[in-house]
């Protein structure tokens, strides 16, 4: 999976799951898409899908989560599964 998204610089950026996107912060993303915090936790919404990217914030891949309802509950999973330090 590959996104691009617009930073204040000239050019986009591509980042894959692989990276960091705590590092990006609160960058604008492409249209309909948006960057936000649960605690240590960042997620990505986008109006064209459903499922929701959750990562903590050293960009360690949470999950999938079926949709915004269901975020915590993932984030519950990864905290006992993992400890709860992001």
Known sequence: MTTVLHEP???PRTWTAG???AALGFTP???EMVLDWYGDYCVIFDADREEVPVFTALGQWVGLADDADTITRLIDLHERANGTDA
């Open 19 to 21: 990276e960091n996107p």
């Open 29 to 31: 993303v492409l249209r």
């Open 9 to 11: 610089a000239p050019g």
